[in-house]
């Protein structure tokens, strides 16, 4: 229950892009900067700002990827 609590409340959040192939197979793991570049390094991002570029990140690449914020 700690660790549930903990990952709730952490302020920062790094935002990964899976990308997928047409068989829904992982091709790649990327990560989104503050801009919303993306990149090969993770890079760490305030809870709420990871939240809405992630959102964001989904609909334009649509099924092609799977984006999360861990």
């Known amino acids: 229950m700690a660790a549930t609590l903990l990952s709730r409340t952490c302020p920062i959040r790094i935002v990964s892009v899976h990308l997928l ?15 919303g570049h993306i990149s090969a390094q993770p890079h760490f991002v305030p809870r709420e ?6 959102a964001n990140q989904q609909r ?4 092609q990827a799977r984006v999360q914020v861990l």
């Open 60 to 63: 334009v690449l649509g099924p």
């Open 49 to 54: 700002e990871a939240l809405i570029l992630a």
């Open 21 to 35: 192939d047409a068989a829904g197979r992982l091709l790649r793991v990327l990560f989104l900067d503050r801009e």
